[in-house]
């Protein structure tokens, strides 16, 4: 299995409170990518990272930011949390090239109350 | 603006049969194309892929079909076994960009 970790795997949080979800990969991987899953609407993507301090917005983004200052650390933060950020997170990372693969992390599961 | 769609949310076929996945999608900068498959409470898993040079894929019982023109790319698993039964997505990144962008996921029924 690839080296990657989420934390935490769930959280409780109330609205309006800042959450940060953490993503570390022991794989060296140049690409990070965190994505939603909600019913009906798949996997969309939020924010993705190129390389270090390089970020770029998704499908997604409003309300979301993230940081990516070490390789093997990609952050995303939830500035203020609403009811409609609950869902589940997944982080993913990709190497090797854009002709590659991804793999993925457990999963997240956030709720905001 | 869905850029990769997966039009069928659902699909149930008896074991042993072939399970046919579709999904199709609007960007023509695509040029690499993923399936992925999901259990509940885990992370989706790599099944397999296929570059736009290829027009098919194949792995085992998987197979990917690409056809360029209609922005067509489908899933094929003979024979299909109840193991298989869980939510499988189709993907595809663009030569210029690392995004990598997701379908919405068909959920797959193998019944014994």
């Known amino acids: 299995d690839a080296g990657i970790t989420q934390s935490p795997r769930h959280k409780v949080t109330e609205t309006g409170t800042p959450v940060t979800l953490r993503c570390h990969q022991t794989?060296?991987?140049?690409?990070m990518y965190w994505y939603r899953q909600d019913p009906g609407h798949g996997l969309r993507l939020i924010h993705y990272?190129?390389?270090?301090?390089?970020?770029d917005k998704g499908e997604v983004s409003d309300g979301y930011s993230v940081s990516r200052s070490k390789t093997e650390d990609f952050l995303l933060t939830l500035e203020s949390a609403t009811s409609s950020q609950t869902s589940v997170y997944f982080c993913?990372?990709?190497?090797?090239?854009?002709?590659?693969?991804?793999?993925f992390g457990q999963g997240t599961r956030l709720t905001v109350v | 603006d869905q850029q990769v769609k997966q039009n069928s949310p659902s699909l149930s076929v008896q074991e042993g049969r072939i399970s046919i996945l579709n999904c199709d999608y609007t960007?023509?900068?695509?040029?690499?194309f993923l399936w992925y498959k999901k259990y509940p409470a885990e992370g989706p898993t790599f099944l397999i892929s296929i570059s736009s040079i290829k027009d098919k894929n194949e792995d085992g019982r998987f197979t990917v079909f690409l056809n360029k023109s209609a922005k067509h790319l489908s899933l094929h698993i003979v024979p299909s076994q109840p193991g298989d039964s869980a939510v499988y997505f189709c993907?595809?990144?663009?030569?210029?960009?690392?995004?990598?962008?997701f379908g919405q996921g068909t959920t797959l029924q193998v019944k014994p």
């Open positions: 960007n023509s900068m695509f040029d690499y």
């Open positions: 993907a595809a990144r663009g030569s210029n960009t690392g995004k990598l962008i």
């Open positions: 993913a990372i990709s190497g090797g090239g854009l002709q590659s693969e991804a793999f």
């Open positions: 794989e060296n991987h140049r690409y």
């Open positions: 990272s190129y390389g270090v301090k390089d970020t």
